[in-house]
C-alpha cells in the first residue's frame, strides 16, 4: 500500500489567506500548489489580457527536510 502525501507541515489555509489564492495538494507529493489570481493589467505582444480570464500566478511549496517544529521548504513562483 503506498503512503499517501499530504501537507500537514503547514497550514495550507493560512497559505491561502495570505496569499489571497487558492491552494491544491498534490496527492501524489504533497507539493501545494497557490493560485493567485491577477489583478494587474496583462499585456502580452502589445495585447492587453483582462485579468479576469484566470491568468494566475503560480506558487508552489515543497517540503525538503521532515518538521519537527520547522522544515526546509522549497518555494517556486512561476510568473507569467
Excluded at 503547514?10 to 496527492?27: H, K, Q, T, W, Y
Excluded at 499585456?43 to 519537527?68: C, G, H, K, N, R
Aim: glycine residues 4%; proline residues 9%; charged residues 20%.
Amino acid at each position: 500500500m503506498q503512503k499517501l502525501h499530504s501537507a500537514d507541515w503547514v497550514d495550507v489555509g493560512m497559505l491561502e489567506s495570505i496569499l489571497n489564492g487558492e491552494a491544491d495538494v498534490s496527492p501524489s507529493d504533497g507539493v501545494v500548489t497557490v493560485n493567485i489570481p491577477r489583478r494587474n493589467k496583462i499585456i502580452l505582444d502589445d495585447i492587453e489580457i483582462d485579468p479576469t480570464l484566470y491568468v494566475p500566478t503560480t506558487v508552489d511549496f515543497e517540503q525538503l527536510t521532515p518538521s519537527s517544529g520547522s522544515a526546509t521548504v522549497a518555494v517556486s513562483p512561476d510568473f507569467p
